[in-house]
Nanobody
Framework: QVQLVESGGGLVQAGGSLRLRCEASGGTFSRYGLGWFRQAPGKEREFVARIWWNGGNTYYADSVKGRFTISRDNAKNTVYLQMDSLKPEDTAVYYC????????????????WGQGTQVTVSS
């Protein structure tokens, strides 16, 4: 059983930056692929980014490519999401999730989820 706890959300102006953090406990962190998803009010949860077990491969949604960077530190059981050039449309609850499958962008393939952290970008 893996527990995930996100932090780092908040209110930021458009063009600003935030760094989300997700700390894991209760499992072998390096076994899991880690992903970030987000859900805006009235919308379905959507894929944001994914990093492989060893951090060697990363994947991004087209909407965040070039602005967001996912990274992980297996020694600290932590995955990060650096978000730059934020836009109002990035406003959402951001979730960290862990997966043992090779499927990148489908939320159903992620077994463990955090509680989410709110990101609000003002215009």
């Amino acid at each position: 059983q893996v527990q995930l706890v996100e932090s780092g959300g908040g209110l930021v102006q458009a063009g600003g930056s935030l760094r989300l953090r997700c700390e894991a406990s209760g499992g072998t962190f390096s076994r899991y692929g880690l992903g970030w998803f987000r859900q805006a009010p009235g919308k379905e949860r959507e894929f944001v980014a994914r990093i492989w077990w060893n951090g060697g491969n990363t994947y991004y949604a087209d909407s965040v490519k070039g602005r967001f960077t996912i990274s992980r530190d297996n020694a600290k059981n932590t995955v990060y999401l650096q978000m730059d050039s934020l836009k109002p449309e990035d406003t959402a609850v951001y979730y960290c999730a862990a997966s043992t499958t090779l499927v990148v962008a489908t939320s159903a393939s992620y077994r463990y989820w955090g509680q989410g952290t709110q990101v609000t970008v003002s215009s």
